[in-house]
């Protein structure tokens, strides 16, 4: 069975500050693609960034980065220079043959 | 967007009656997906479909059934409603080929009474 599990329900981080959300999955294949999806009050899901299981470089899209640690099933989500827009629920997802989410970290932005 | 459209937006029912929501898709992707949200949970698999009336239960599929006739719908049903039923439904759809980046729904929000 494919799991995702995220272990921080909440996070706090200051404007401009750095903050690390944490995600580790189990799955038995050997490829796979890994997201993160952001969920504002909207309840819109926006795609933030993703990764190839295959490629060892870890992901960036501007501000968002990623911790890819395969051997450790380790997917770690970084935001850097936090703006109060970052404030939302931040999933993480996996696929593999089908999509599975974690249950979400809130993470709010103070000024 | 990738043209997904879920409907109603909102729904009150009363338990026991039979529900059934739409997700309508226009890019012709194989791939779509139910999820419930509920607090604390985050995003479960209901069921997911990987072609016409071809469909795979996902983690919490019991109450619920699908169908697909037509690549661009996917209908989920409650054959008999009942209150732990009510949360928020997702419909998802994935490209066929690469990363398989999913696009989503606005969601539904059922309420059972």
Redesign the interface.
């Known amino acids: 069975a494919q799991t995702v599990t ?1 272990s921080q ?1 909440e996070m706090s981080v200051q404007e401009a500050e750095t903050v690390t959300l944490s995600c580790t999955y189990d799955t038995s294949e050997s490829d796979y ?1 890994l ?1 993160w999806y952001k969920q504002p009050p909207s ?3 926006i ?1 933030v960034i ?1 990764q ?1 299981a295959y490629k060892q470089q870890n992901a960036t899209e501007n501000r968002f980065s990623v911790n890819f640690q395969k051997a450790a099933k380790s997917f770690s989500l970084k935001i850097s220079d936090s703006q109060l827009g970052d404030a939302a629920m931040y ?1 993480c ?1 996996f ?1 593999g043959n ?7 970290t809130i993470l709010r932005v103070k000024s | 967007d990738a043209g997904i459209t879920q409907s109603p937006r909102h729904k009150v029912t009363e338990t026991g009656t039979p529900v059934t929501l739409r997700c309508h898709q226009t890019e012709n992707h194989r791939y779509m997906y139910w999820y419930r949200q509920d607090p604390g949970h985050g995003l479960r698999l209901i069921h997911y479909s990987y072609g016409v009336k071809d469909t795979d239960k996902g983690e919490v599929s019991d109450g619920y059934s699908v169908s697909r006739s037509k690549t661009e719908d996917f209908l989920l049903t409650l054959e008999s409603a009942t209150s732990s039923q009510t949360s928020v439904y997702f419909c998802a759809i994935s490209v066929d080929q690469g990363p398989r980046i999913a696009f989503f729904g606005q969601g539904t929000r059922l309420t059972v009474v």
Do not use: D, H
Request: aromatic share 24%.
């Open positions: 995220q329900p693609y997201f309840r819109q899901m795609l993703r190839e999933f997802a696929y089908k999509l599975v989410f974690g249950a979400g």
